[in-house]
Nanobody, 126 residues
């Protein structure tokens, strides 16, 4: 059974950092790409980053490029999103999602992902 559990959210001041974790079970990260998405109140889901199944190559949205870094630990079956220099506009619920595919180029579209976690809240405020 596929399970995805996010953790690591919290409240930080602008300029601070957080690292989100996405612990998965029931499948291997070798076979699945991982996507990170966020949803702020009243807004649609936004694709933030993803890590491709085949080579761990990552992609980022323009809004977070240079501040966020996605990675994965195959042996721990866990993906991570390191978020630095956080801004108030990064405030949202962050979701980890997975899709079974063999690719070097992951996608940032919600419709591409099969399995979703429950989300973790990130609040950036002074």
């Amino acid at each position: 059974q596929v399970q995805i559990v996010e953790s690591g959210g919290g409240s930080v001041q602008p300029g601070g950092s957080l690292r989100l974790s996405c612990a998965v079970s029931g499948f291997s990260l070798n076979d699945y790409s991982i996507g990170w998405f966020r949803q702020a109140p009243g807004k649609e889901h936004e694709g933030v980053s993803c890590v491709a199944s085949s080579d761990s190559s990552s992609r980022y949205s323009d809004s977070v490029r240079g501040r966020f870094f996605a990675s994965r630990d195959i042996t721990a079956n866990t993906a991570y999103l390191q978020m630095d220099n956080l801004k108030p506009e990064d405030t949202a619920t962050y979701y980890c999602a997975a899709v079974k595919e063999s690719t070097f180029r992951c996608l940032l579209h919600t419709a591409s992902y099969q399995h979703w976690g429950q989300g973790t809240q990130v609040t950036v405020s002074s």
